[in-house]
């Protein structure tokens, strides 16, 4: 693919999302050179047991020189930290992007530390799993996902079109959204769906005298759906958490009434309203399926997701 291909791409973090990354780049020939950056030297060297790149360092600063494409995928609490240490190192005419859950605290963390004449481009491939780590990652992640870029004003449209020839080079469908309006969309498809997911295992693990045995041995698949949201990374859900505050606390105040009214139902014997709402949720999941949005049925996608020891 035409001009598809880059001399250099620094991978500055080398989790589920980096490492996936580097697979793929690897896989589709979409770089001369991968350089692996991360913080921690035992991650590092997990990553060059793995084969992940083809050189490796735990200065970011060293990372960028020369790279022509900077991904950072870090927690999004540490996007400032990273945006720093790079700063004065990247090339001229570089591209630097990242793959974080929430799109405008990342921009106000590493906007201000970017030199004029690189060009910045936030983005978040639509796509993970409950794992981290190096080992974690996998080449068809990205596959038949959605990415989402968030250009500000001015950007320039040449490095916009081949920051999207890459993201569909590594099987993705790209489009392009106001960081804040991408904000209040995952607060309600992504980061409200793990928050409950970490309430009601922790609302279960706190019966624990009582219940036990009973949590474990008769966890269905309604409770085990959730344990699976529940083992994501800590350190990663905590900063999703403290950066998208706003958007999560106006869904959480949604959530917050339309439960209330969904135990007001429970309590008065409401059936017709249970009902109705019931229903009305069936057709959003038959509405998800028949968009080929069912990940569930898609092979890889069903191998990600096993609990580990599965
Ligand atoms: N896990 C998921 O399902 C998805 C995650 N994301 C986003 O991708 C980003 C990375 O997430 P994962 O890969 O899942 O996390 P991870 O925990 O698997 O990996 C994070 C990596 O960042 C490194 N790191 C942390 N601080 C650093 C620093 N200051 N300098 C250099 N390296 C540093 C860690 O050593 C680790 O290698 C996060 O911003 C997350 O919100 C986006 C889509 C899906
Ligand atoms: O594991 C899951 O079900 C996910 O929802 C993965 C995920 C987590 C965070 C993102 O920003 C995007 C995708």
């Known amino acids: 693919m035409e001009h598809t291909k880059f001399e250099k791409i620094a991978l500055i973090g ?27 030297a035992e991650t ?20 960028v020189a020369d790279a022509d494409l900077v991904i950072v995928s870090v927690p999004v609490g540490s996007s400032a930290a990273v945006a720093e240490d790079i700063a004065a190192h990247l090339k001229p005419g570089a591209i630097v992007t990242d793959v974080g859950s929430t799109k405008a605290s990342v921009i106000e963390q590493m906007r201000p530390h970017m030199p004029v004449g690189v060009h910045f481009i936030p983005g978040h491939p639509i796509a993970g799993t409950e794992r981290s780590g190096p080992s974690a990652g996998f080449a068809e992640l990205f596959e038949g996902r959605w990415c989402i870029l968030t250009p500000l004003e001015g950007t ?5 079109e081949r920051l999207t020839r890459f993201w569909q080079a590594c099987g993705s469908t790209v489009e392009a959204m106001d960081p804040a309006h991408h904000d209040m969309v995952l607060a309600i498809v992504s980061h409200l769906p793990h928050i409950i997911a970490y309430n009601i295992v922790g609302t279960a693990d706190d019966l ?16 085990r759906d959730f344990t699976r949201l529940a083992a994501s990374d800590p350190t990663m859900w905590r900063d999703v958490c403290l950066h998208n505050r706003d958007a999560i606390l106006e869904m959480l105040s949604r959530f917050s009434e339309d439960l209330a009214s969904l135990q007001r139902a429970i309590r008065w014997g409401d059936g017709d309203k249970l009902f109705d709402l019931f229903s009305r949720t069936r057709a959003v999941r038959r509405s998800i399926v028949e968009a080929g949005q069912d990940v569930d049925a898609v092979d890889f996608g069903r191998q990600a997701t096993r609990l580990p020891g599965e």
């Open 44 to 63: 590092l060297s997990d990553a060059q047991a793995l084969g992940l790149g083809d050189s490796y360092t735990t200065s970011n600063a060293e990372a």
């Open 208 to 223: 624990e005298a009582v219940t036990k045995s009973e949590v474990i041995k008769y966890s269905a698949s309604g409770f």
């Open 14 to 40: 080398i989790g589920l999302i980096g490492s996936s990354l580097a697979r793929v780049i690897r896989r589709n020939d979409l770089a001369d050179h991968i350089v692996v950056a991360t913080r921690s």
């Open 156 to 160: 320039d449209p040449d490095a916009l």
